[in-house]
């Protein structure tokens, strides 16, 4: 089976071209690919598949199996892919990934994807369709206990469910210690994915992320989407800042009076392989 490993911000994935190879188990293949010791090593599988609805679609798996309905670092590198391996000539792109359509614009240099521009779509507040285990409107900057401590938190979905949580220094944060415990918290009946967020300036947010399914990741574009909306609704920042990730920076913007969200960052191939399964 050919296979490409890429990365988004250190965010790295196996991808598979399914238009020409065919994966029966992909539950099976994310654990084993996704193995740094015994298989390839990443966050991940992608499978770009066909679409009905889209120009394409993103199939993606987390090292534990799991589905995930959005990535977006793993979305803007499905872009890269489809447009310098000559699948499609396009520089704007749909693209569906659980069950929604994104729209991505291809920044190209020399023939090939350097950066894109996703349209991230409209974040959704209800607590139902977060899903979050409460009422209201919203669940913005309240407090909840984890693991004994009080953390505030404002939770949306960006195609997938996140916590954003403020700390004043995100580097003492002992992520593998709270991470597990918001991801399986009983507030999140599907787990959630986890920002802990550093205000630099109104500018400038700095991130870590524990995603579900995967621990602390180099990077999350939906949870840098999550980290910018939240910040802005707490007063942290305006409605577009850069976030710097452990694997590089993304820049936010906010679309209030269309409630859009878009990001960009940059899509990297690492390598071309073939697995023998």
């Known amino acids: 089976m050919k296979f490409t490993k890429m990365q988004g911000c250190g965010n790295d994935y196996v991808y598979v071209n399914c238009f020409e190879e065919e994966v029966p188990d992909r539950p099976e293949l994310a654990r084993f690919v996704s193995n740094r010791n015994f298989g390839i090593g ?24 799991s589905s995930s309905q959005m990535c ?43 950066t894109v521009r996703v349209d991230m779509g409209t974040p959704e507040f209800r607590p139902q369709f977060i899903p979050i285990a409460e009422h209201g409107k919203n669940f913005i900057n309240r407090s909840v206990i984890v693991g004994n401590e009080e953390y505030f938190v404002t939770a949306l979905s ?82 577009s800042a850069t976030v710097r990730l452990l694997g590089g920076e993304l820049f936010i913007e906010w679309d209030r009076d269309k409630n859009r969200v878009y990001m960009t960052g940059p899509a990297v191939t690492v390598f071309d392989g073939e697995l023998y399964i």
Do not use: Q
């Not at 109104?202 to 939240?230: F, H, Q």
């Open 42 to 65: 990443s966050d991940g599988l992608i499978c770009i598949c066909p679409s009905d609805i889209a120009d394409f679609k993103m199939d993606m798996y987390n090292i534990d199996g």
């Open 72 to 114: 977006g670092n793993g979305i803007r590198c499905v872009a890269k892919y489809v447009y310098d391996n000559g699948m499609t000539d396009k520089t704007k792109l749909t693209i569906e990934s659980g069950g929604s359509v994104k729209t991505l614009e291809l920044n190209v240099a020399d023939g090939k994807v350097k």
């Open 158 to 239: 960006v195609g997938n469910p996140h916590a954003v949580v403020f700390v004043e220094d995100v580097d003492a944060i002992d992520i593998c210690d709270i991470g597990p415990k918001f991801e399986n918290h009983p507030l999140f009946p599907e787990r959630v994915n986890t920002e802990f967020v550093e205000v630099i300036d109104k500018d400038t947010l700095k991130m870590r992320v524990w995603e579900r399914g995967c621990g602390e990741t180099l990077a999350c574009g939906t949870g840098a989407t999550a980290s910018l909306i939240a910040a802005a609704l707490c007063g942290y920042t305006g409605n």
